[in-house]
């Protein structure tokens, strides 16, 4: 399925912007008057009759609006501390958009070794997962922020879980399976540290704060590996429930 991406659908026309643009027109070779497919980025698709077959600045005339599209029934934000390693993180990124995940929240924890993130590059991946896997909606992406910040300023009204090392504290944890099943309609906030883990001063403030301690089973993953089990957790909790 050929989809592409308008930062503008208003008035009844999807206009595409010059990326978008050259690859509908030079690349594709779609002409005026055939029907493309489009979505918005916040989770509409369109059926559209190209009406300006611009290479730089592609129009298309609005037919049908199917709202929702590849939407998932559940509303996931994931604060996760990015990897030494930018690509990691970025990995993690676009898998989660092929599952489904609506905020990527990158945080600097004190024990992080990376506290800058490429946002401009990081968007593309995100807008190219989106279409390569048919989710109408790409995920916001917020400027960094401490874990400490992320912890006070989280949705008091989501399903709030942390998963961490610390063995000692094994007894408290929850599977994130056993967490998820009393999820019901609540939007869920995941939370994952960096390579160091969380320090016990953000673990208590997180634990204070009404976030709850789960575990992602016995085996120790590396930071974007575990980020992206929790989003796969949330999916396939979806997908039997």
């Known amino acids: 399925m050929e989809i592409f991406y308008s ?15 050259a690859h509908c027109v030079r690349v594709l070779r779609h002409r005026e008057g055939e029907e493309i497919q489009v979505f918005d980025g916040s989770g509409n698709l369109y059926r559209c009759r190209l009406t ?58 004190d024990h992080s070794e990376r506290r800058t993130v490429n946002l401009q590059r990081l968007r593309k991946i995100l807008l190219s997962a989106a279409k390569q896997s048919l989710k109408g909606r790409v995920p916001e992406v917020d400027e960094i ?15 709030r879980l942390i998963a961490y090392c610390f063995e000692e504290e094994d007894a408290r944890k929850l599977s994130i399976n056993e967490a ?25 403030l997180a ?21 992206l089990a929790a989003v796969a957790a949330v999916y396939l909790n979806s997908q039997c429930s």
């Open 52 to 109: 300006d077959a611009s290479p730089k600045a592609a129009q298309a005339l609005v037919l049908e609006q199917i709202p929702d599209w590849g939407a998932v029934p559940y509303r996931l934000t994931m604060g996760v501390c990015p990897t030494k390693n930018a690509d990691r993180f970025e990995w993690f990124a676009e898998k989660a958009v092929e599952f489904g995940v609506d905020r990527i929240a990158p945080l600097a924890g």
């Open 145 to 159: 922020c401490t874990v400490k910040e992320f912890i006070r300023n989280a949705n008091p009204e989501s399903l």
């Open 207 to 227: 634990l204070s704060n009404g976030f709850l301690p789960v575990h992602l089973g016995q085996s120790r993953l590396r930071t974007e590996t575990a980020a």
């Open 7 to 21: 930062y503008d659908c208003s008035g009844g026309v999807c206009r595409l912007d010059e990326t978008e643009s």
């Open 180 to 204: 998820l099943s009393s999820a019901g309609n609540v939007p869920i906030t995941i939370l994952i540290g960096p390579e160091g883990d969380f320090s016990r001063e953000e673990l208590q």
